[in-house]
């Protein structure tokens, strides 16, 4: 592997590696060399992702927390410093979701939209999904003065898309909040990015986008009309994408680069 990508040294904790996207930026991590955290609630899809790195030559090891409870994620801090030797180093922060009750349906009214459920989406995206995870691990970073935390967010952060009016707005506040982290600790040695994923098939939407028999469904089709290159991006090349910032050196700055991800569209903010 390039050095360039290198990870070996390095103590990756995932929140929210026990969902699809954030299981596989885990592996891509592991495969990098690094020692990964899987960090979320479920610890049945916790561990099988752990024993899946592990498998193939890594070194993993899931470890429960709740990303919405301080003192949760301290625990699990804690117990990953102790478990790898050291101080987490790379933080990707993928917990995230939206709620029904949140999204606008054709027809809909957002004067009546429940406040909430609008504070339970914001909560999971922005508290749970980058604020605590940041505040809880980078103190650790800042002491020994080297660390890359990336944040999920998502293109409806940038480009607000119809129906998902809390999530959309949630994920703005979460890239709004990475620039500033990220000019805050610049001069510390904290790379702080995010990514902003187009459309990427993944568990929670899978039924939104495709019929059973793999056709699109009429949401889908109107979806993939407005995706790069008419297809939808794989899951596995945005992992890589972590890879790439977790394991870049160079100092921080904040600016904005569109990649290409095998047909699916990301921004990074770097």
């Given at each position: 592997?390039?050095?360039?990508?290198?990870?070996?040294?390095?103590?990756?904790?995932?929140?929210?590696g026990t969902g699809e996207?954030?299981?596989?930026?885990?592996?891509?991590?592991?495969?990098?060399?690094?020692?990964?955290?899987?960090?979320?609630?479920?610890?049945?899809?916790?561990?099988?992702?752990?024993?899946?790195?592990?498998?193939?030559?890594?070194?993993?090891?899931?470890?429960?927390?709740?990303?919405l409870s301080g003192e949760s994620l301290d625990q699990a801090r804690a117990a990953i410093a102790d478990w790898a030797g050291g101080p987490t180093s790379v933080l990707v922060n993928a917990a995230g979701g939206n709620r029904p009750e949140a999204t606008i349906p054709p027809g809909g009214d957002f004067c009546k939209l429940p406040l909430d459920a609008w504070r339970d989406v914001f909560d999971l995206?922005?508290?749970?999904?980058?604020?605590?995870?940041?505040?809880?691990?980078?103190?650790?970073?800042?002491?020994?003065?080297?660390?890359?935390?990336?944040?999920?967010a998502s293109m409806s952060g940038m480009i607000p898309l119809s129906r998902v009016v809390a999530y959309s707005a949630a994920k703005s506040a979460?890239?709004?909040?990475?620039?500033?982290?990220a000019r805050e600790w610049a001069t510390t040695g904290i790379r702080v990015n995010a990514i902003s994923p187009g459309f990427f098939p993944a568990e929670q939407n899978r039924k939104l986008?495709?019929?059973?028999?793999?056709?699109?469904?009429?949401?889908?089709?109107?979806?993939?009309?407005?995706?790069?290159?008419?297809?939808?991006?794989?899951?596995?090349?945005?992992?890589?994408?972590v890879v790439w910032l977790a394991s870049r050196r160079a100092s921080s700055f904040v600016t904005g680069q569109n990649i290409a991800v095998d047909g699916g569209f990301a921004s990074v903010t770097i």
């Open positions: 592997m390039n050095n360039l990508f290198d990870l070996n040294g390095d103590v990756a904790t995932v929140i929210g996207l954030g299981g596989l930026m885990s592996e891509a991590l592991g495969a990098g060399g690094a020692k990964v955290a899987v960090v979320g609630r479920n610890a049945q899809r916790g561990e099988a992702r752990a024993a899946k790195i592990n498998d193939a030559g890594g070194t993993a090891r899931f470890f429960p927390a709740d990303g995206n922005l508290v749970g999904g980058a604020l605590l995870p940041c505040q809880v691990f980078a103190p650790d970073m800042i002491r020994a003065e080297v660390g890359s935390i990336i944040n999920i979460v890239i709004n909040l990475t620039m500033w982290l986008l495709f019929n059973e028999d793999g056709s699109y469904t009429e949401r889908g089709g109107q979806i993939i009309g407005h995706t790069p290159m008419a297809r939808f991006g794989k899951p596995e090349e945005l992992a890589g994408a």
